[in-house]
């Protein structure tokens, strides 16, 4: 949406359509289908997306039609209503296609590759904790993953650290694949963002039980919090990418 937003002000018609509202009703996910069990459900995979429809979707807006693009309810597993009415304004417009999966050719296979654009956005840390240790990226997303399943999926600290091991192997078979092909990468990590971060997580990350098999990476990444000293969130612009984890964003649409 805010990449929708500068494009506009250089002048050009940018619409953001988000693919993560793509995904299959619970009914109708494959690995729901074997056990009827939602834990089973991969959400990081393309197999739990609905690929059809999206590029039925995409091709439908190209050629100038209007469509009902799904609202997916994440605490339900279903989609919420008939849908939204979304149309691209007439003219030369650009579609901005957002979401995990927005890489995959899957998606745009069909669409001449004159006309797509990638980009990779992702939060690269550089911070030094001192000569020989750096803050990972990858808990750097996990925080970041933490504060968003808690205030808009209602998921637990050892819920989202059971599940982080499940999301890093979909990482490696669905998206970084992709990243070579992408046009242009932009780090979306701010120097700021883990003391923003801390005051959220540091309860959920306490809160997991030392008889919980999470326990040692939840006490682990307390104690790399603890070289930061939190920061109020009410420093964060609204417009901030930030506020897609923290909430209370410009553009929040969970």
């Not at 690995?31 to 609905?50: L, P």
């Not at 999206?54 to 091709?59: A, G, K, L, M, R």
């Not at 990590?189 to 923003?196: A, Q």
């Not at 919980?212 to 682990?220: C, L, N, S």
Request: net charge negative; glycine share 6%; with cysteine.
């Amino acid at each position: 949406t805010k990449l929708s937003m500068y494009l506009a002000n250089a002048g050009y018609h940018a619409v953001p359509l988000s693919v993560d509202h793509y995904y299959l009703p619970l009914d109708e996910q494959p690995k729901f289908k074997v056990r009827g069990e939602r834990a089973d459900v991969d959400y990081d995979s393309i197999e739990a997306m609905d690929v059809p429809l999206v590029n039925e979707h995409i091709n439908a807006l190209l050629r100038g039609e209007e469509v009902l693009t799904p609202v997916y309810n994440m605490k339900t597993g279903y989609r919420d209503g008939p849908g939204k009415r979304f149309s691209l304004p007439e003219g030369q417009s650009i579609l901005v296609l957002e979401g995990i999966h927005a890489l995959n050719p899957e998606y745009t296979n069909s669409v001449p590759k004159g006309r797509v654009f990638k980009i990779y956005i992702s939060p690269l840390s550089a911070l030094q904790l001192d000569e020989t240790n750096a803050i990972r990226t990858t808990d750097h997303r996990l925080l970041r993953r933490m504060c968003r399943d808690f205030l808009f999926r209602g998921h637990s600290a050892a819920r989202t650290l059971s599940m982080w091991p499940n999301v890093r192997r979909g990482e490696h078979t669905w998206i970084f694949p992709h990243q070579d092909q992408v046009d242009f990468v932009m780090n979306s990590g701010m120097e700021y963002e883990l003391r923003v971060l801390k005051p959220f997580v540091e309860p959920l990350l306490t809160a997991v039980e030392p008889h919980q098999p999470e326990f040692h990476k939840a006490q682990e990444l307390l104690s790399m919090l603890t070289q930061f000293s939190a920061a109020t969130p009410s420093l964060v612009p609204t417009t901030s990418l930030l506020r897609e984890f923290i909430g209370d964003g410009a553009f929040d649409c969970h």
